[in-house]
């Protein structure tokens, strides 16, 4: 089992940027794909991006692509997920996610959470 600590959320302008990092407690952090989901209030959870356990693969959602980039350090037990070009729309919890095998689109693809950090970005 791995634990995961998100930090970095807060308040942000639109056009704004973020950093968020995500702790994992395990040793075998880096054989483990990792995910970034968000939440907003009345909504479902969404994937946000994945990043496979070498680095190797990254996928992105549409809403994200060209403007989040996701990063890790294996040594460090961390990911990472910049976020530049904040929109409003952005606004939500966001999570991190660890999955053992796949690199999945869905949060039913993920065993591992965190307990998430609010984003909010203003208009």
């Known amino acids: 089992q791995v634990q995961l600590v998100e930090s970095g959320g807060g308040l942000v302008q639109t056009g704004g940027s973020l950093r968020l990092s995500c702790a994992a407690s395990r040793r075998t952090f880096r054989r483990y794909n990792m995910g970034w989901f968000r939440q907003a209030p009345g909504k479902e959870r969404e994937f946000v991006g994945a990043m496979s356990w070498s680095g190797g693969r990254t996928s992105y959602a549409d809403s994200v692509k060209g403007r989040f980039t996701i990063s890790r350090d294996n040594a460090e037990n961390n990911v990472y997920l910049q976020m530049n070009s904040l929109k409003p729309e952005d606004t939500a919890v966001y999570y991190c996610?660890?999955?053992?095998?796949?690199?999945?689109?869905?949060?039913?693809?993920?065993?591992?959470w965190g307990q998430g950090t609010q984003v909010t970005v203003s208009s």
């Open positions: 996610a660890a999955a053992e095998y796949g690199l999945g689109y869905t949060a039913n693809d993920y065993a591992y």
